[in-house]
């Protein structure tokens, strides 16, 4: 039986929220503090509200402390994504080995708004318009605007990409913390394509792409029949584009079969805020034993493989997990997370930014659908041995950094294959299977990963 310790967990957003209910379920003290007002009782501003898909390193730790059933009611199945060209042409690639495979979508803002729901039925008290301005942790205290300076055992920081405990981890910590933020350069804009006579304009069970080189538009349905669309182009071009007329030239030029579905777009784009994309690395995520970063709080990365969330769940997975496999030592718990967290949040930075490019530029080529067409075909005739990198990421609990290790081995293989073929049909099966057997699965068996932990 642990001891109940007295816990503050700084920021309400999505893992803030997931790690409170689930630190109050084990009998601590929970406090949260969240500098915003209470989401439920605001009106989403508009641009803001973020279509998330999630996958199952973020269903895992939500099914374990029975919110999945709850959660999955507020989201929508999505089984591959649908490419548009300029000429207004479709190609669509399934995501999963078969049907059974989705991922799902909700939107931040309602799911947010349900955590933080079952956090106050758990019993966790929550503190709204209360920043974090001040950690002292010599003392153990914090200081939140509103609500005082309090005590704390164990404080964990979600407060997100501008994280302030991050920042006083590093005041602390002095020359022994890295910190870096690395700009992508590209930036996005939310836009709305409303729903057509209460339905939705096109499928509903993609996620829609409009791969355009160095900039795209994606679209990802909301449970009321609409779509929420993100526009990403490089930073430069948001201030090129200020005028109406610039920006309508720019959009009709490369989306003119989304602008009949988008009849707002022009005024989405004048109205709604930019945001900023990039990738915040910190090192370390913890100081001795009372205090752990999570989430955006330590590993912000780009959007594009759909895991920031889910990385973030997974960080309180783990935690839970190590509080299981060493009860109230929180030294031993607090070092083995910053010790397997952190390359795993670095690795998932890293193919973040990687998909950047797979999706603006590669999923419209060729040579890339060829590619994803073998690798569906390896998965689907040896689903034993042979997994997508995507699908490893996506549909496994295998940890990020070792999906991106076997990625390089996996990479190596489909060049062979994919080599002088112009069908995923002239495939060398045979030798699919022997480099499979040669090269992937002993990477498999020396870390101890059977085909099982292939399936979630
Ligand atoms: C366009 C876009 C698309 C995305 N798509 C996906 C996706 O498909 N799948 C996915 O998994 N992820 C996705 N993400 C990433 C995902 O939104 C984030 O990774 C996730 O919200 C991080 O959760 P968090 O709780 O760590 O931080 P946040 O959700 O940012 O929560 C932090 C909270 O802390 C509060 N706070 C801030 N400062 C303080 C303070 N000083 N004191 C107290 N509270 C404070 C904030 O108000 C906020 O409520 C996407 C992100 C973007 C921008």
Not at 145 to 164: H, W
Not at 188 to 201: D, H, I, R, S, V
Not at 293 to 308: I, K, S, T, Y
Not at 417 to 432: S, Y
Request: one cysteine or more; aromatic letters at 10%; glycine letters at 8%.
């Amino acid at each position: 039986m642990e001891k109940p310790k007295k816990i503050i967990v700084t920021g309400a957003g999505l893992v803030g929220s997931l790690l409170a209910i689930a630190l109050k379920k084990r009998g601590h003290d929970v406090v949260l503090f969240e500098k915003r007002p209470d989401m439920r009782k605001q009106k989403l501003s508009a641009g803001k509200s973020i279509n998330l898909i999630i996958t199952a390193k973020g269903i895992k730790p939500l099914q374990d402390l029975n919110l999945w059933e709850t959660v999955k009611a507020i989201t929508l199945p999505i089984q591959g994504r649908t490419m548009h060209s300029v000429a207004g042409e479709l190609a669509y690639q399934p995501y999963g080995k078969d049907k059974t495979e989705c991922n799902h979508s909700v939107s931040r803002g309602e799911l947010n708004r349900l955590l933080i729901s079952e956090a106050e039925k758990a019993g966790v008290r929550i503190h709204f318009d209360a920043p974090l301005t001040n950690l002292d942790l010599k003392s153990k205290t914090a200081h939140f605007e509103n609500s005082g300076t309090i005590q704390y055992d164990l404080l964990f920081g979600t407060d997100g990409t501008g994280s302030a405990t991050r920042q006083a981890l590093i005041e602390a910590l002095g020359n022994k913390a890295e910190y870096k933020v690395e700009p992508l350069g590209t930036d996005y804009k939310e836009m709305t394509m409303p729903a057509m006579n209460g339905k939705f304009a096109m499928d509903e069970h993609s996620l829609h792409i409009w791969p355009r080189g160095n900039h795209m538009l994606m679209g990802l349905p909301d449970r009321e029949g609409s779509f929420t669309m993100t526009l990403y182009m490089p930073k430069e071009w948001f201030e090129e584009f200020k005028s109406p007329e610039a920006f309508q030239n720019y959009f009709k030029k490369y989306y003119p079969d989304a602008i009949p579905l988008m009849p707002d777009y022009v005024e989405d784009y004048a109205s709604h805020p930019h945001g900023f994309l990039g990738i915040v690395r910190m090192k370390p995520w913890i100081y001795e034993d009372q205090i752990a970063l999570l989430g955006d709080a330590c590993h912000a990365m780009v959007p594009f493989f759909g895991q920031g969330m889910n990385s973030g769940f997974s960080d309180v997975q783990f935690l839970l997990d190590q509080m299981n496999a060493h009860p109230d030592d929180y030294k031993t718990i607090l070092k083995n997370y910053n010790d397997f967290q952190k390359p795993s949040g670095d690795a998932i930075a890293d193919m973040s930014r990687e998909n950047f490019t797979e999706m603006c530029e590669k999923v419209g080529d060729e040579k890339f659908l060829l590619r994803k067409k073998v690798e569906h075909r390896l998965e689907t005739t040896f689903p034993e041995k042979f997994r997508s990198r995507y699908g490893l990421v996506t549909y496994t609990l295998i940890p990020y950094h070792k999906v991106k290790e076997v990625g390089v081995i996996q990479d190596e293989v489909l060049d062979e294959l994919c080599l002088g073929i112009k069908n995923a049909d002239e495939v060398n099966m045979p030798l699919a299977e022997k480099l499979i057997d040669q090269k992937i699965s002993p990477w498999f068996k020396a870390q101890g990963l059977t085909p099982e932990r292939f399936r979630f």
